[in-house]
């Protein structure tokens, strides 16, 4: 049973960081493209973060770049996000997704992760 928890979200001033992580179970880690999306109220869910090692390709979405960072422990089977410069606008839920399949070109798109973790709420207040 594949499982993704993730951890680390919070209250936040603007300016300030935080540090997301989520741990998987059920899945050879290393094979997998993990990412984060996320999803403010009254929005539809936006795609923050992926990274893939089996093609060696890692992108950002466009409010994310410079800012944002994702990682990957692969020994620890956790996938990261580092979070600076945080501004009202990234107040969301924000989510760890996996796939085996997904393409380079689909990594952008919710539709190729079969799995997700539950979320974790983030908050930044000005």
């Known amino acids: 049973q594949v499982q993704l928890v993730e951890s680390g979200g919070g209250l936040v001033q603007a300016g300030g960081s935080l540090r997301l992580s989520c741990v998987a179970s059920?899945?050879?880690?290393?094979?997998?493209?993990l990412a984060w999306f996320r999803q403010a109220p009254g929005k539809e869910r936006e795609f923050v973060a992926a990274t893939s090692q089996r093609s060696g390709t890692t992108i950002y979405g466009d409010s994310v770049k410079g800012r944002f960072t994702i990682s990957r422990d692969n020994a620890k089977s956790t996938v990261i996000l580092q979070m600076n410069y945080l501004r009202d606008d990234d107040t969301a839920i924000y989510y760890c997704a996996a796939s085996e399949s997904v393409i380079v070109s689909q990594m952008r798109f919710q539709s190729g992760y079969p799995y997700w973790g539950q979320g974790t709420q983030v908050t930044v207040s000005s």
């Open positions: 059920g899945i050879t880690f290393r094979r997998y493209t």
